[in-house]
């Protein structure tokens, strides 16, 4: 379950996957690429790969 959204990245619980791992979030018909960057018990914490694509995806979610 996603916990929070920022421009940079996300924090979200109910995942377990090593730091390093590459992942692509798929959010209300957005696909967010990024990296897990920190796990911590059970909160996930992703950097999203920030180019022009998903920069504006990520703004139109916080817009929402």
């Known amino acids: 379950a996603l916990t929070d959204i920022g421009l940079g990245g996300c ?3 109910g995942a377990a996957l090593a730091p390093g791992t ?3 979030l798929r959010l209300s018909g957005h ?4 990296r897990v960057i920190q796990q911590e018990g059970e909160r996930l914490r992703l ?3 920030l180019n022009d694509q998903t920069s504006d995806a990520v703004e139109r979610l ?3």
């Open 11 to 13: 924090a979200l619980t």
């Open 22 to 24: 590459e992942v692509e």
């Open 31 to 34: 696909v967010l690429p990024g």
């Open 47 to 49: 950097q999203f790969r």
């Open 62 to 64: 916080l817009a929402a």
